[in-house]
T-cell receptor
Framework: GAVVSQHPSRVICKSGTSVKIECRSL??????MFWYRQFPKQSLMLMAT?????????EQGVEKDKFLINHASLTLSTLTVTSAHPEDSSFYIC????????????FGSGTRLTVV | GENVEQHPSTLSVQEGDSAVIKCTYS??????FPWYKQELGKRPQLIID?????GEKKDQRIAVTLNKTAKHFSLHITETQPEDSAVYFC????????????FGIGTKLQVIP
């Protein structure tokens, strides 16, 4: 149980365009979703925390106008990379706290974004 | 905020030997410490976790120890196998995970057949 489905798994886009990444909780309600970015051979860096029905909380140094997060329902959170540039190329992954009685987190399968 | 340090960054062991990865954390309020295994291009997979009310937990070849006083915790893998080769991340968070989790930098483990 506690499955998060993330789409797309891979996307290639042109510089200046926007890309939307979706994370859906399939068998539980995810009131909180964490969005991470992982550059090659590096750790997962938290970008923002979204909570259903409220504004996302962004980590220091993350541009909220560039990385738009929407968490309009208990089963869907989206990350939109706006006006993408090659330096935004990375592995983006979402994660939600597992519901009671479990501990820990469940991760989406990740999205490999390449901006050309 | 929380700061998690992890070492070593790379570790090579012979098949059958043991591997130990160590992490320290800074926030005494953290009370949940999961370990993740991540293969290239895939999502992190939880392999073991420990809560602050216990000092050690074991699951077959994998064990984790926690020293709350010193704020450090370690992953022990015994009888390593080639399929254990991956990147391992430690993390620290609150018990239910509704506050953000902080990951260590990762350890690339290579098990040499």
């Amino acid at each position: 149980g506690a499955v998060v489905s993330q789409h797309p798994s891979r996307v290639i886009c042109k510089s200046g365009t926007s890309v939307k990444i979706e994370c859906r909780s399939l068998d539980f309600q995810a009131t909180t979703m964490f969005w991470y970015r992982q550059f090659p051979k590096q750790s997962l860096m938290l970008m923002a925390t979204s909570n259903e029905g409220s504004k996302a909380t962004y980590e220091q140094g993350v541009e909220k106008d560039k990385f738009l997060i929407n968490h309009a329902s208990l089963t869907l959170s989206t990350l939109t990379v706006t006006s993408a540039h090659p330096e935004d190329s990375s592995f983006y992954i979402c994660s939600a706290p597992r519901p009671n009685p479990y501990y820990g987190y469940t991760f989406g399968s990740g999205t490999r974004l390449t901006v050309v | 905020g929380e700061n998690v340090e992890q070492h070593p960054s790379t570790l090579s062991v012979q098949e059958g030997d043991s591997a130990v990865i160590k992490c320290t954390y800074s926030d005494s309020a953290s009370n949940y410490f999961p370990w993740y295994k991540q293969e290239l291009g895939k999502r992190p997979q939880l392999i073991i976790d420990i809560r602050s009310n216990v000092g050690e937990k074991k699951d077959q070849r994998i064990a984790v120890t926690l020293n709350k006083t010193a704020k450090h915790f370690s992953l022990h893998i015994t009888e390593t196998q080639p399929e254990d080769s991956a990147v391992y991340f430690c993390a620290a968070s609150n018990e239910r995970g509704y506050q953000k989790v902080t990951f260590g930098i990762g350890t690339k483990l290579q098990v040499i057949p």
